[in-house]
C-alpha cells in the first residue's frame, strides 16, 4: 500500500488555467506538507497543516490555496497559473507536528505550465 | 534563522570508494539535522537523523553522519559506494520545537563501475 500518494502525477495546463493537485495518507499521521522542487532541484517548504489546522504559511502567492477536508487529505488548488509555477509539488506527512518527526514525501505531482 | 549549505553539487565516486557528502549549518541554537536520499522521479526518503542524541549518527543502506558542533558539520558517509546509492541527496536543518525544516541545494552522487 503507497503511505503517500498523490495525483495527478503528472499535469500540463495553460497560463490562467486553475488547476487542482490531491494528496492522501494512510499512516494515520496528524501533520501533512506541501513542497515545491524548481528545475535546480531546491526544496523549498509552502504550507503544513496539523490536524486540519494551517501551521505553516511561508511566503507563497495567495493563487496557492492549501485546503484540508481531514487529517488524510491535504489538497492545493492554483489559480490563474502562471510560468514560474512550473515544478515538481511533494506531498508530505509526519507523525508529529514538529521538525523532529520523520516526514514520509509523496512520488511527486509534476506541473508544466506552458 | 537556520541554513545549510551543501559543497559540491555534483559528487562521483567510483564503486567501492568511500563516499562523502558535505553539509554545513547555520544555526543560533541548537539544530535538528537531517539527511534525504531522492532517487530518481521519486519523493524523498529519510537517511538518517540528529535530534540531541548521539553525535554518530547511523541510517539506512549503511550510511552514517556525524555532528560536530566545532565546525557546525553534519557530513554523510559511507565506506563502499554501492551502484544503487546513485541518487540525489539533500541535507536539511530544523529548530528544535520548530515545525519548519530547511533545505539545502542537494548534491548528486554518481557511482562509476
Known amino acids: 500500500d503507497t503511505a503517500v500518494s498523490q495525483t495527478p502525477k503528472y499535469l500540463v495546463t495553460q497560463m490562467g488555467n486553475d488547476k487542482s493537485i490531491k494528496c492522501e495518507q494512510n499512516?494515520?499521521?496528524?501533520?501533512m506538507y506541501w513542497y515545491k522542487q524548481d528545475s535546480k532541484k531546491f526544496l523549498k517548504i509552502m504550507f503544513s497543516?496539523?490536524?486540519?489546522?494551517?501551521?505553516i504559511n511561508e511566503t507563497v502567492p495567495n493563487r496557492f490555496s492549501p485546503k484540508s477536508p481531514d487529517k488524510a487529505h491535504l489538497n492545493l488548488h492554483i489559480n490563474s497559473l502562471e510560468l514560474g509555477d512550473s515544478a515538481v509539488y511533494f506531498c508530505?506527512?509526519?507523525?508529529?507536528?514538529?521538525?523532529?518527526?520523520?516526514?514520509?514525501f509523496g512520488p511527486g505531482t509534476r506541473l508544466t505550465v506552458t | 534563522a537556520q541554513s545549510v549549505t551543501q559543497l559540491g553539487s555534483h559528487v562521483s565516486v567510483s564503486e567501492g570508494a568511500l563516499v562523502l557528502l558535505r553539509c554545513n549549518y547555520s544555526?543560533?541554537?541548537?539544530?535538528?539535522l537531517f539527511w534525504y536520499v531522492q532517487y530518481p522521479n521519486q519523493g524523498l526518503q529519510l537517511l538518517l537523523k540528529?535530534?540531541?542524541?548521539?553525535?554518530l549518527v547511523k541510517g539506512i543502506n549503511g550510511f552514517e553522519a556525524e555532528f560536530k558542533k566545532s565546525e557546525t558539520s553534519f557530513h554523510l558517509t559511507k565506506p563502499s559506494a554501492h551502484m544503487s546509492d546513485a541518487a540525489e541527496y539533500f541535507c536539511?536543518?530544523?529548530?528544535?520545537?520548530?515545525?519548519?525544516?530547511?533545505f539545502g541545494t542537494g548534491t548528486r552522487l554518481t557511482i562509476i563501475p
Open positions: 508530505a506527512s509526519s507523525q508529529g507536528r514538529t521538525s523532529a518527526y520523520e516526514q514520509y
Open positions: 499512516l494515520g499521521h496528524d501533520t
Open positions: 497543516y496539523n490536524n486540519k489546522e494551517l501551521i
Open positions: 544555526s543560533s541554537v541548537p539544530p535538528y
Open positions: 540528529y535530534t540531541s542524541a548521539a553525535t
Open positions: 536539511a536543518v530544523s529548530v528544535r520545537g520548530n515545525e519548519k525544516l530547511t
